[in-house]
């Protein structure tokens, strides 16, 4: 059946938010605001103006798009059907294989598999998200794997200029931009805060941000890891890496290399909270996964990652001697050489460094608000992404950024502080933890790094006391 014959308010309709029920209760976005678009609703082109003009070329490689999804809302999942058929040149999609890992009714699935080009596989038992992206893999007839999350809608040509790269070259693993859609009105908003940073409308290449963002995020906000909404990549070159390796390796928030390509871009509803679970808890599996992507990948870096994941150390991650092995095999080069030459951006923390990162409070973090020399500073929602929330204490106990030091210009308490340029030996500019590694303290002043005037003004340093306002944690303390 032509997609747009498929009868969206009967499918829908089965499952509607009853009058009463908390919209939120079974997706952890609200279902409700989902239900009521319309499964082909126009979205903002949200592409950079020179991606308008393109010409993507017509002799692409097909591709298989692989959805998994495991109790779905059905106004999502039919959305992001939708819009791959929508937005896609015909004959660049071969097929949609739609992976239902074991979600309560099989008739979320089932239906779909009407809809022109959709196939449905069913797993007989729970298998998480990985096990189940391969299983599609496996079922994929087309030369180019296309994994997509099940809450998604595809932008104006998402899918020819991430085909046009991986025709170029085989192994490129390669993402779109993902775009916000509000969980809350399902309005669709644009990049994500994440990506605040910028570099990635530069350069278009991310190498081991993830990793880098997650490392950081894990332990900063105790959050799931981000999760690989969508990547497409040559479906022998999947095969060739192993596959469920792979897959862990991907979700858990590693990968070789990952190529942004921010002509394509792809919403995607975040969630405060993923419900996606797995057997044995989510935890426990990301912690497995994530301890293994260390072991084979960071050599000495993987330091880095146990200072900011202590409890890791504790978590049995298995065998990994045929990763070594296929590390070896494909003559990856060492991850210090990743982070000098494919990322030279990424700031790693230095032997000089006593604590590094963002530097919390609350959901909030350190923020230079772009300032520069003599602005002051405050705080902002944490984005994990480094930028103006990169700080560190340094053995010569300055608080930097880049060559920013955090400044008291007037010891006295309720004084503003600033950023000025770092300078050895200025009393001003001394900084030491205290109460372990809770509170920053002025060393000449002995007053606190306090945000009760961040609204109104800035931070400022004030007479230590227990406030909230005083409690500051660096994302990775290296010496505790
Ligand atoms: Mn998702």
Same mark, same amino acid.
């Given at each position: 059946?032509?997609?747009?014959?498929?009868?969206?308010?009967?499918?829908?309709?089965?499952?509607?938010?009853?009058? !009463?029920?908390?919209?939120?209760?079974?997706?952890?976005?609200?279902?409700?605001?989902?239900?009521?678009?319309?499964?082909?609703?126009?979205?903002?082109?949200?592409?950079?103006?020179?991606?308008?003009?393109?010409?993507?070329?017509?002799?692409?490689?097909?591709?298989?798009?692989?959805?998994? %999804?495991? +109790?779905?809302?059905?106004?999502?999942?039919?959305?992001?059907?939708?819009?791959?058929?929508?937005?896609?040149?015909?004959?660049?999609?071969? #097929?949609?294989?739609?992976?239902?890992?074991?979600?309560?009714?099989?008739?979320?699935?089932?239906?779909?598999?009407?809809?022109?080009?959709?196939?449905?596989?069913?797993?007989?038992?729970?298998?998480?998200?990985?096990?189940?992206?391969?299983?599609?893999?496996?079922?994929?007839?087309?030369?180019?794997?296309?994994?997509?999350?099940?809450? &998604?809608? &595809?932008?104006?040509?998402?899918?020819?200029?991430?085909?046009?790269?991986?025709?170029?070259?085989?192994?490129?693993?390669?993402?779109?931009?993902?775009?916000?859609?509000?969980?809350?009105?399902?309005?669709?908003?644009?990049?994500?805060?994440?990506?605040?940073?910028?570099?990635?409308?530069?350069?278009?290449?991310?190498?081991?941000?993830?990793?880098?963002?997650?490392?950081?995020?894990?332990?900063?906000?105790?959050?799931?890891?981000?999760?690989?909404?969508?990547?497409?990549?040559?479906?022998?070159?999947?095969?060739?890496?192993?596959?469920?390796?792979?897959?862990?390796?991907?979700?858990?928030?590693?990968?070789?290399?990952?190529?942004?390509?921010?002509?394509?871009?792809?919403?995607?509803?975040?969630?405060?909270?993923?419900?996606?679970?797995?057997?044995?808890?989510?935890?426990?599996?990301?912690?497995?996964?994530?301890?293994?992507?260390? #072991?084979?990948?960071?050599?000495?870096?993987?330091?880095?990652?146990?200072?900011?994941?202590?409890?890791?150390?504790?978590?049995?991650? !298995?065998?990994?001697?045929?990763?070594?092995?296929?590390?070896?095999?494909?003559?990856?080069?060492?991850?210090?050489?990743?982070? #000098?030459?494919?990322?030279?951006?990424?700031?790693?923390?230095?032997?000089?460094?006593?604590?590094?990162?963002?530097?919390?409070?609350?959901?909030?973090?350190?923020?230079?608000?772009?300032? %520069?020399?003599? !602005?002051?500073?405050?705080?902002?929602?944490?984005?994990?992404?480094?930028?103006?929330?990169?700080?560190?204490?340094?053995?010569?106990?300055?608080?930097?950024?880049?060559?920013?030091?955090?400044?008291?210009?007037?010891?006295?308490?309720?004084?503003?502080?600033?950023?000025?340029?770092?300078?050895?030996?200025?009393?001003?500019?001394?900084?030491?933890?205290?109460?372990?590694?809770?509170?920053?303290?002025?060393?000449?002043? +002995?007053?606190?790094?306090?945000?009760?005037?961040?609204?109104?003004?800035?931070?400022?340093? #004030?007479?230590?006391?227990?406030?909230?306002?005083?409690?500051?944690?660096?994302?990775?303390?290296?010496?505790?």
């Amino acid at each position: 059946m032509c997609v747009f014959d498929f009868d969206q308010d009967l499918y829908v309709g089965a499952t509607v938010v009853r009058p !009463g029920q908390d919209p939120y209760a079974r997706n952890k976005f609200n279902q409700v605001e989902s239900d009521k678009l319309r499964m082909d609703r126009a979205v903002p082109d949200t592409r950079h103006d020179h991606c308008r003009h393109k010409q993507w070329k017509s002799d692409l490689p097909a591709s298989s798009v692989v959805i998994t %999804f495991h +109790n779905e809302a059905r106004s999502a999942l039919l959305r992001t059907v939708v819009s791959v058929l929508k937005k896609s040149p015909s004959h660049l999609v071969k #097929e949609i294989i739609l992976v239902d890992d074991y979600s309560d009714n099989s008739e979320d699935g089932a239906l779909l598999g009407k809809i022109e080009k959709v196939r449905v596989l069913r797993n007989d038992r729970r298998e998480g998200l990985m096990r189940s992206r391969v299983r599609g893999a496996d079922a994929a007839t087309a030369p180019v794997l296309t994994f997509l999350d099940s809450h &998604c809608e &595809c932008n104006d040509h998402w899918l020819e200029p991430l085909l046009e790269r991986v025709a170029e070259d085989k192994t490129r693993v390669v993402s779109p931009i993902i775009d916000v859609i509000n969980m809350d009105n399902f309005q669709y908003v644009g990049a994500s805060a994440d990506l605040k940073g910028g570099t990635v409308f530069l350069t278009g290449i991310w190498c081991f941000k993830w990793d880098y963002m997650t490392l950081y995020q894990r332990r900063a906000r105790q959050s799931k890891p981000i999760q690989g909404v969508l990547f497409v990549m040559d479906k022998d070159y999947f095969d060739l890496l192993g596959k469920y390796d792979m897959m862990m390796d991907v979700w858990g928030g590693e990968k070789p290399c990952l190529e942004i390509i921010p002509c394509s871009r792809v919403g995607h509803v975040f969630r405060k909270q993923h419900p996606y679970t797995f057997p044995g808890g989510s935890g426990t599996v990301f912690a497995r996964n994530t301890r293994r992507a260390a #072991e084979v990948w960071m050599d000495e870096f993987k330091n880095f990652y146990y200072a900011a994941v202590p409890s890791a150390r504790n978590v049995p991650y !298995g065998n990994i001697q045929s990763r070594m092995e296929m590390k070896k095999r494909l003559g990856c080069k060492p991850f210090k050489w990743y982070l #000098e030459n494919v990322y030279p951006e990424l700031r790693v923390p230095d032997h000089q460094d006593i604590a590094f990162g963002a530097l919390q409070q609350g959901g909030n973090c350190l923020d230079t608000l772009g300032h %520069f020399a003599d !602005g002051v500073v405050g705080v902002y929602e944490c984005h994990n992404a480094g930028g103006n929330q990169e700080w560190a204490l340094t053995k010569d106990k300055s608080v930097k950024h880049m060559d920013l030091c955090l400044t008291v210009v007037d010891r006295t308490a309720g004084s503003l502080i600033k950023l000025q340029a770092c300078r050895e030996n200025d009393s001003r500019q001394k900084w030491e933890q205290i109460e372990s590694n809770s509170k920053l303290r002025h060393v000449g002043s +002995n007053l606190c790094l306090d945000s009760r005037s961040a609204r109104t003004g800035g931070l400022t340093v #004030e007479v230590c006391s227990p406030s909230l306002n005083q409690q500051w944690k660096f994302t990775l303390n290296l010496q505790s």
